[in-house]
């Protein structure tokens, strides 16, 4: 069996041979010239592009309002604070321990209402289990929650329910409900039908089939996500305080109010510590399920 | 043997180790929650208290107030600048720390934990937490809040970037290394293209999420639209804040939607 | 010419993989390498361009000491030796031209590389090896988007490309249909010809040993133990290459050691 067609011309380049100026026995002229096919085929649609995205920069950096000279000032500040800062100070470690221990049961406690919270709501945001009217109150719910920052929350709750750690769990309960209650809703829609078929066919009532046919179907993804929930809690509860939602993230607060750097530091380093300590054990526990 | 004969009829889901198993974890979740019930400091009257202070608020924010809506929105679209730019910004310094931080490419062991360091540090400190420090050094305004961004995506999409470096497929890079290109020209060819739908991914999903965090950067003094709600919330004017908040809620939507669009656009 | 001489690779601290290996290849011959799997072969192909470091012994390539360059001169000898791979090795989000002319990276500026920007020589001698192995009409598609008989012509004009002095292929057929592997054992072997450029083969199909090239190479355990023209590779040699397991073989060469 002959190489097929490959085979072919003997026309072969010489090119080794170095004298590459020879011309090609071809009728066309050499092809020696090349471009990248560019990702936005039409020229003058890339160049509006590339012009818009330009002029954006240099527009917005131009008209944005900054004070030069206040920013000239801040490297001598960044060494001052820096120059404060070092060594960290533990000597109130009383303060920072307290501070610690509240954003600690302020996560435990939001993650607890706000799973379970998320349950009914999530099921109220899955399409395939309920009336078109109450899906739609549903995803409000959690479009609502997920849209506003935590913080943007809590300085709302402060405000209804007073400075303190209550103002904290309120809101970590809302923002467990943004994330719990949209995963969950997912899970539920993509849930095997068949299941809750088969029960009804038996003659199961609603809340039978909910119990019997999906419950279960949900239930892994849920502790998962419970579990992910509380680390990404613990990580807020330090920062809502910063606004006056309690936990450490007030201890926080009020070390760089006082300009006290060197016991902010030392805050900001339990703070570090924890999260990473918390995301280790999260992610050890999930990967065991 | 008939099927009566078996008998068995005390039928139990798990078995008796998983179900200690399970009791043990039921008991510990249950302590936790009754050891921060217990000695969390609140007052409880406030907490019974606390849906009517909601509905009183609420009552008070209907209806939201459009007479600074321009104000508003100009300000709003300052926000939007400052989290694009500073992702814009973000997204360009993380390219070398991926690069440091990656097994792979990085030039050796000190390098590699210098870039982990980094990763580590921007990643754990919220970006609330470096606006507060930025405040402090370059004042109340805008340059602390762009840089407070930055330097909590650096962290962000230096992560995902450099495991996606560490995940390339290590074939093209063996057959460019054998062709005697340079170390860069290895990298350029062989690794950049393999993560660049990644570095897209990672840079619109963290700009989605920046246009969240950017605002509430003002309720610390770094700029944006929570100055706006801020000054709203302490002079007890609601129905302002209401409009402030619903300017936010549609800035979030319209964010979404955009980046929905990019990510299929450009993926 | 390549000569390797006295050439030893050990990985780690076991047994050697390659034992004192003598091969010279002169002129612009297809040499195969035959021998069973774990026999050595492509730890041979590799210490040649130092992808794997070699334990001791020589390699030359027309006169250039191999095993001890180092940094640039390193790179600068690899440009001259073409390597051809199993996988194919391209860069599957890169253009086919853009794969073809990454053969070029050891001499182009960083800056055109960058660019892509590729000095005019190049892209017609691109053109024209395309052409040659039938693929110039996919210059601008993504590699990925290639059949595997095409991707292994991109790999072989992307090792064409360095204008080397060498070409290996490391088993360069194993992932095609048989149709295609004998159509790309063709374009190496017609290739060779119209180059004059000795070629480097790891093979596991005998029968395409026999048809493409001019002389086969057996390796067993480290081992050349076979080393004629294809007509001389009769049943008897091929048993004493591919009988046993290097396995069993480690232990047989433990035992004539002791
Ligand atoms: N990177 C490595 N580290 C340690 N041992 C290796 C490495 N590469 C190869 N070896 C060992 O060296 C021996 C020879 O391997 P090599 O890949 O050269 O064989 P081969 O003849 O190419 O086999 P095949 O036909 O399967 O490709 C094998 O025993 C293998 O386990
Ligand atoms: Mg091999």
């Given at each position: 069996m002959s190489p097929a067609r490959i085979d072919g011309p003997t026309s072969g380049p010489d090119v080794p041979a170095g004298a590459a100026g020879g011309a090609t026995s071809g009728a066309t002229a050499p092809r020696d010239h090349w471009r990248k096919p560019s990702f936005i085929a039409n020229p003058v649609a890339r160049w509006l592009v590339y012009g818009g995205a330009i002029l954006y920069v240099v527009w917005t950096l131009g008209t944005l309002p900054i004070d030069w000279p206040r920013v000239a000032e801040g490297v001598e500040r960044a060494g001052r604070i820096f120059g404060g800062a070092f060594p960290p100070s533990f000597e109130r470690s009383g303060l920072l321990i307290d501070g610690f221990l509240e954003s600690l049961k302020i996560a435990i406690l939001a993650t607890f209402g706000g799973v379970l919270l998320s349950i009914p709501i999530a099921f109220m945001a899955a399409r395939n289990i309920v009336p078109r009217a109450v899906f739609y109150l549903g995803r409000a719910i959690i479009i609502v929650a997920r849209s506003f920052h935590p913080v943007i929350v809590a300085i709302i709750f402060v405000k209804a329910v007073g400075f303190g750690p209550l103002a904290g769990v309120l809101t970590l309960i809302v923002y467990s409900i943004g994330f719990v209650a949209k995963m969950l809703a997912e899970r539920i829609e993509e849930i095997d039908f068949g299941q809750v078929e088969a029960m009804r066919a038996a003659g199961a009532p609603y809340l039978s089939t909910l119990i019997y046919a999906v419950v279960p179907q949900i239930m892994p993804r849920q502790v998962g996500l419970t579990i992910y929930q509380l680390d990404s809690n613990l990580r807020a509860s330090a920062v809502v305080g910063i606004v006056g939602a309690g936990g450490i993230g007030s201890t926080l607060a009020n070390a760089f109010g006082r300009y006290d750097y060197d016991f902010a530091l030392a805050i900001t380093m339990v703070i570090v510590g924890a999260i990473l300590l918390s995301e280790a054990v999260s992610g050890q526990i999930r990967k065991r399920l | 043997m008939t099927l009566s004969d078996a008998r068995r009829d005390d039928w139990t889901r798990f078995s008796l180790k998983q179900r200690l198993q399970r009791y043990a974890v039921l008991a510990f979740t249950l302590l936790a929650i009754a050891w921060a019930v217990s000695s969390i400091e609140v007052i409880w009257a406030w907490v019974w208290d606390a849906p009517e202070q909601m509905g009183d608020l609420f009552g008070r924010m209907i209806p939201p107030d459009p007479t600074n809506l321009a104000a508003i929105l100009r300000v709003l679209w300052e926000t939007v600048n400052i989290a694009t730019i500073a992702t814009a910004f973000a997204v360009i310094l993380s390219l070398p720390v991926a690069w440091l931080a990656a097994q792979n490419t990085t030039p050796n062991r000190a390098t590699l934990w210098v870039g982990r360091f980094i990763l580590v540090s921007s990643r754990s400190i919220n970006t609330i937490i470096w606006a507060l420090l930025f405040v402090a050094i370059f004042?109340?305004?805008?340059v602390a809040g762009i840089v407070a961004i930055m330097f909590r995506s650096i962290g962000f999409v230096g992560k995902l970037l450099g495991e996606a470096i560490e995940e390339i497929d290590k074939r093209p890079v063996e057959a460019l290394e054998a062709t005697g290109a340079s170390r860069f020209k290895v990298i350029a060819y062989a690794i950049v293209p393999q993560v660049m739908p990644t570095f897209w991914a990672v840079s619109i999903l963290r700009w989605d999420i920046n246009l969240r965090e950017s605002t509430v950067l003002g309720l610390v003094g770094a700029g944006g639209i929570g100055i706006i709600l801020q000054g709203a919330i302490d002079t007890f004017n609601w129905r302002e804040a209401a409009t402030v908040l619903l300017a936010i809620l549609g800035l979030v939507i319209l964010g979404e939607i955009v980046s929905a669009w990019l990510r299929r656009r450009i993926l | 010419m390549l000569k390797i001489s006295d050439l030893v690779k050990r990985y780690g601290g076991g047994e050697p993989v390659l034992k004192n290996l003598d091969l010279t290849i002169e002129g612009e011959s297809v040499v195969s390498i035959i021998g069973s799997s774990g026999a050595g072969k492509s730890t041979l192909l590799r210490c040649i361009n130092r992808l794997v470091e070699p334990t001791s012994g020589s390699i030359t390539l027309n006169d250039t000491e191999l095993t001890r360059l180092r940094g640039a001169e390193l790179r600068r000898a690899r440009r001259k030796i073409g390597m051809v791979f199993q996988g194919f090795n391209l860069v599957d989000r890169l253009t086919v031209m853009e794969n073809v002319q990454s053969g070029r990276l050891g001499y182009i500026s960083t800056w055109a590389a960058l660019t892509r920007r590729y000095p005019k020589d190049d892209i017609r001698r691109a053109y024209e090896l395309m052409e040659r192995v039938g693929i110039a009409h996919y210059a601008d598609k993504r590699a990925d988007e290639l059949s595997g008989g095409e991707r292994q012509r991109v790999g072989v004009v992307r090792a064409l490309m360095q204008k080397p002095e060498i070409l290996l292929a490391d088993e360069?057929?194993?992932?095609?249909?048989p149709k295609t592997s004998e159509q790309i054992m063709g374009l190496l072997r017609d290739l060779s010809r119209e180059l004059k450029l000795p070629v480097l083969i790891n093979i596991h199909n005998v029968h395409e040993a026999r048809e493409y090239t001019d002389r086969i190479v057996g390796m067993r355990y480290g081992r050349i133990i076979f080393d004629d023209l294809p007509q001389a590779l009769d049943q008897e040699a091929m048993d004493r290459i591919y009988s046993g397991s290097p396995a069993a073989d480690r232990a047989g060469g433990l035992k004539e050691a002791s």
């Open positions: - | 004042g109340p305004g805008i | 360069p057929t194993a992932s095609l249909d």
